[in-house]
Structure formats: structure tokens, C-alpha cells
């Protein structure tokens, strides 16, 4: 009989063979692909160990209940002294938002306007705007608080009264803890009286300058009209002096010359009788001619200065070296021109004219100069006309009775625009200048006179 096991046999346990025997289930994907996933999956990060140091670092920075509370009694105390102060400024303030609405107004402003809060917040406070001004305001205000930038402007804000006040508005902006944008803040200060001040002087201002010039224009029109009666005396006197000096040319001196000529006749005459007593009246003859001649020469002289020779455009030249011809007796009178300078206007001419004669005839009364230079001269439009003489030099004081020619000269240049100067020399005598600036283009030509 065949040896059987006493060995009892272990029962099959299902599920492990089936452990065993099947892999596990992965949903239809293979060990690789689960592998990739674990991969790819975020893993959690353990959080360190909390130690003693680090829960205390946590509690410390952690405000506690009571820090927030001492916090916000900070911030409403601190409110509450902005509020204080701010009724308490004698000026109108305002703050506004990030958004251009006006959120908050001191009491001062409130009073100002006879308005609650409610009432001015947003846009209300424009309301009490003058209609004149508001546009302007708004566009100021807004253009200022895109650009972030201060602002400044007036207008008038109507009062509680109903009287609209001109108020001088500031306002900057205002900036947070971490310098964020948070709105705007301003003040204003009415400023009524010193505007209607500033006006009420600006038309004292206005009436005072209206009244100069009227009185200014009356004071023109006065030199004018004196200038015009100035210049008429002064042609009246040119037709007079040219109107005696024709008569003594055309009448006196022709009657000298006569006389003259028969004092001449009759010593002839005499002088062919060949008796003592007729030889002596032929001699007083004689003399009596050579009297007479001299006075007819004098007599022309005097003419020929009182109606000078016609002023063409070269004539002042021509004049003036006859003045200085007939100037030269016991002393020596020349004019030094290196070129010719023609002179379009008659007037002008004439005038430069008259002053070279006064001051010719001053050197040869006053003077006692030996030597007389009459200069003319044109440089880069400057038409220079001078009288030097080495006398004695004018005197420290002019009386006024000796000052008549003086002052006729400087008046003379005065009509002419020109600049008149007269004086002592370095060294000895007088020198008179007179300065006349010329057209821009002004010709001129050598002369050879000197």
C-alpha cells in the first residue's frame, strides 16, 4: 500500500494567487506609462518643522487684535485733527477723489456757501459758480488733474447772501502712503476787496495816462504850431535880409559908385589945371573917391551876405567860399572841402549856411584870431560843418545879451536835425561843430577847394 502524506494541504488563498498569478490592474496601461504619470504629477512640499523661534516670529508679525485697534484710533485721531484744523483755517478748503468728484469741504466753506456737505459733494459745489466762469474753471481743473500737476485760478462763487465773491482757488495733489494718486486737495481765499482795489486803481491808472496824453498831444500840437511860427519868423526874415540886400545892391551902392566915379572925374579934372590951390582940392578929391569905393565895396560885401547866391545842389559850397573870401582883411579866412557835397534841400543849406556866418562873424569880432578855418566835410553819411579860429577862447559865462548868436545857431541846427556843439580848443581859440546826418547813399565828388 503506497506511503500517503500525513502533510495537510494549505488552502488556495484566491486572492493572493490571484495576486501572484495576474498583474495588477492599471486600467489598460502598462508599468512605464503609470511610471511617467508618477513622474509628471506635482508632489506636495512638506512644510519644515514649526519651531518655538519661528511660531514667536509669527505671532510678532502678526498684528494682534489689539495693535489694529490702537491702529484705527490713530487714524481716526489723526482725521479728526485734519478736521479740526482744517475748520479752524481762515480759508476755504476742499478735497476731491481719484475720480474729479469733490468728496469733502471744511466748515468754513460751508458757511461760505450756506450748503451741507450733501449738497456740494460730486459737482454740486458748481452750482454756486458764476455762469461767466464756470467753463473756464472746469477746464483748468481737469486738464490740471490729468497731468498731475498743481493748478491756480479765480472766479467768483456765489455766497450765501446771494453775492457772487471772486475767491483765488490752489490746488494741489495728493499722494498716499506708498506716493499713489489719491485726489486733490485746495484752498481759497477770497479776494473781493483787493481786486476791486486793483481795479479801482488800474481805472485811476487808465483816467491818469488818458489825461497825459491828451495833455501831451496838446503840448505837441503847441510846438508844433511853435515851430511852424518859428520857421515863418525865420523865412520872413530870409525874404527881409535878401530884400535889403537888394536894395543896398541895386540902390545905395550904385549911388556910391556914381559918386565915386564923379569924385574920380572931378580929380582928374583938377589935376589938369596944375594950380597949388586946385593941386589940394585934387588930392581931397582923391581921397574922397578912395572913401567912396570903399564903401561901395563894403556896401556889396553887406549885400552879398544878407541875399547869399541861390542854393542849388552845390551852392553851399560856392557860398561858403565867397564867405570866407570877403571874411579875409587884416586876418586870414579860408574853407578846407575835400569834396563837393551836394545839397538837394535849399532849407537845409541855407540853415548850415547862416550858422558858418554867425560863427565867422563872432571869431572876427570877438576873437581876436589871426586865422579862421571854415571846414566841410562828408564821412559815411555824416555831413560835418565847422568854424575854428585861434583867439582867445569863449568865456566861462555868456551874458545873455552876448549869447543872441549862439542861440541862433543852435536853434538853426535844432530845425535841421542837426547836433550842434560849440567850445575852446586844446590848446587856444573856439571851435563850433555842427553834425548832420545825411541820406544813406549820399554822393560825393573831389572839390580841390581848400
Not at 144 to 156: A, D, G, H, L
Request: proline share 4%.
Amino acid at each position: 500500500m503506497p506511503r500517503t502524506s500525513t502533510r495537510r494541504s494549505r488552502p488556495a488563498d484566491s486572492s493572493g494567487a490571484e495576486r501572484r498569478s495576474a498583474p495588477p490592474s492599471t486600467g489598460g496601461k502598462t508599468r512605464s506609462e503609470h511610471a511617467d504619470k508618477a513622474d509628471k504629477a506635482p508632489r506636495k512640499r512638506r512644510s519644515p518643522p514649526v519651531t518655538a523661534q519661528t511660531s514667536l516670529r509669527l505671532q510678532r508679525a502678526r498684528p494682534t487684535r489689539t495693535q489694529l485697534e490702537a491702529q484705527n484710533e490713530s487714524l481716526t485721531a489723526s482725521e479728526l485733527r485734519f478736521r479740526l484744523i482744517m475748520d479752524s483755517a481762515p480759508v476755504l478748503v476742499w478735497v476731491s477723489d481719484t475720480e474729479k468728484q469733490f468728496i469733502w469741504f471744511n466748515k468754513p466753506w460751508l458757511e461760505f456757501t450756506g450748503r451741507t456737505t450733501e449738497q456740494e459733494t460730486g459737482e454740486g459745489w458748481a452750482e454756486n459758480v458764476h455762469p461767466d466762469d464756470l467753463e473756464r474753471c472746469m477746464t483748468l481743473y481737469a486738464s490740471s488733474f490729468e497731468k498731475r500737476v498743481p493748478f491756480e485760478m479765480t472766479y467768483r462763487l456765489r455766497r450765501h447772501d446771494g453775492e457772487y465773491r471772486w475767491l483765488l482757488d490752489k490746488g494741489i495733489p495728493l499722494h498716499g502712503l506708498r506716493e499713489e494718486f489719491a485726489g486733490y486737495i485746495g484752498s481759497c481765499v477770497d479776494i473781493t476787496e483787493q481786486r476791486q482795489t486793483q481795479n479801482e486803481l488800474e481805472r485811476r491808472v487808465a483816467e491818469r495816462t488818458t489825461e497825459l496824453l491828451e495833455a501831451n498831444a496838446e503840448l505837441t500840437a503847441q510846438m508844433e504850431e511853435r515851430n511852424r511860427l518859428e520857421n515863418a519868423l525865420l523865412h520872413i526874415s530870409e525874404q527881409e535880409q535878401r530884400r535889403l540886400g537888394q536894395d543896398l545892391h541895386d540902390g545905395l551902392c550904385q549911388s556910391l559908385s556914381g559918386l565915386a566915379f564923379m569924385a574920380r572925374s572931378l580929380t582928374k579934372t583938377l589935376e589938369a589945371q596944375a594950380l597949388g590951390a586946385v593941386a589940394a582940392v585934387a588930392a581931397e578929391a582923391g581921397r574922397l573917391a578912395e572913401l567912396l569905393h570903399r564903401s561901395v565895396e563894403h556896401s556889396r560885401d553887406i549885400a552879398k551876405g544878407l541875399h547869399p547866391v541861390v542854393m542849388d545842389a552845390e551852392g553851399l559850397v560856392s557860398a561858403l567860399h565867397e564867405l570866407a573870401a570877403r571874411s579875409s582883411g587884416g586876418i586870414s579866412c579860408r574853407l578846407r572841402c575835400e569834396r563837393m557835397v551836394p545839397i538837394t534841400d535849399n532849407g537845409v543849406a541855407l540853415h548850415l549856411y547862416r550858422i558858418a556866418q554867425e560863427a565867422v562873424t563872432n571869431a572876427l569880432k570877438h576873437s581876436g584870431a589871426r586865422s579862421i578855418t571854415v571846414s566841410l566835410r562828408l564821412r559815411q553819411n555824416q555831413l560835418s560843418l565847422s568854424v575854428a579860429d585861434d583867439g582867445c577862447g569863449m568865456p566861462e559865462v555868456i551874458r545873455a545879451a552876448d549869447g543872441m548868436g549862439v542861440r541862433l545857431m543852435k536853434y538853426r541846427a535844432d530845425v535841421i536835425g542837426a547836433d550842434f556843439a560849440i567850445g575852446k580848443r586844446k590848446k587856444h581859440g573856439t571851435r563850433m561843430t555842427c553834425l548832420l546826418q545825411m541820406p544813406a547813399g549820399a554822393p560825393s565828388q573831389p572839390s580841390g577847394i581848400s
